[in-house]
């Protein structure tokens, strides 16, 4: 089945540092991811919306040069965290969307396992 | 309001006990996905719904879509069915999803 690998699953950073975290499709081709946030005991919050080749669609209250997406390949989008700060330690998650022709269909879910930013 | 309410928010049921989670909408939807969040954070879609019902194993998924409503079951709860169960709609025309805040569930030995 479709597998989506992403990493780290686990960050400390000082504040002021940048991260990068990596969502991987593993046996397809993901056309589209998403990018969620989730805080402790609350419900997944959507962030963007990550197209191979073009730029990133950003959710109301998002700010885009904070959160950099970039989604250069087929296989692979990044979120950046930039100049991170105590309030962006949350869980991010990633989910990918299979291309035309991928099988499962348009409606397939497919989770990264999630990478958990503490911002010290 | 929500646009996915779930009910309850918690739960905790004895080992062995059937257990039903709710999850309401109020937007048109081309598919609802059942989702389960363990503790470490990591998200399993359990089914995904456009009408009718699915069985995998002990879990049962059904959904009304005049009533926009669905419900989770589970049969003779174990304590590794323990997680968090997430509501999910696609909403039509979109391939954005609404999550609903999740039904903790615990289950007891």
């Known amino acids: 089945g479709a597998v989506v690998s992403q990493h780290p699953s686990w960050v400390i950073c000082k504040s002021g540092t940048s991260v990068k975290i990596e969502c991987r499709s593993l046996?397809?081709?993901?056309?589209?991811m998403f990018w969620y946030r989730q805080f402790p005991k609350q419900s997944l919050m959507l962030m963007a919306t990550s197209n191979e080749g073009s730029k990133a669609t950003y959710e109301q209250g998002v700010e885009k040069d904070k959160f950099l997406i970039n989604h250069a390949s087929l296989t692979l989008s990044t979120l950046t965290v930039t100049s991170a700060h105590p309030e962006d330690s949350s869980f991010y998650i990633c989910?990918?969307?299979?291309?035309?022709?991928?099988?499962?269909?348009?409606?397939?879910?497919?989770f990264g396992a999630g990478s958990r930013l503490t911002v010290l | 309001k929500n646009e996915v309410e779930q009910s309850p928010q918690n739960l905790t049921a004895q080992e062995g006990e059937f257990i039903t989670i709710n999850c309401s909408y109020s937007v048109g939807i081309s598919a609802l996905h059942w989702l389960q969040q363990h503790p470490g954070g990591g998200i399993v879609s359990l089914f995904m719904?456009?009408?009718g019902k699915k069985k995998h194993g002990r879990l049962i998924a059904t959904i009304n879509i005049q009533e926009k409503h669905s419900s989770l079951h589970i049969t003779a709860s174990h304590p590794r069915d323990s997680a968090v169960y997430i509501c999910a709609v696609r909403a039509s025309g979109t391939y954005k999803y609404i999550f609903g805040t999740g039904t903790r569930l615990k289950v007891l030995a």
């Open positions: 046996d397809f081709q993901a056309t589209t």
């Open positions: 989910s990918a969307r299979p291309g035309r022709g991928q099988g499962s269909g348009a409606n397939v879910l497919t």
């Open positions: 719904l456009s009408s």
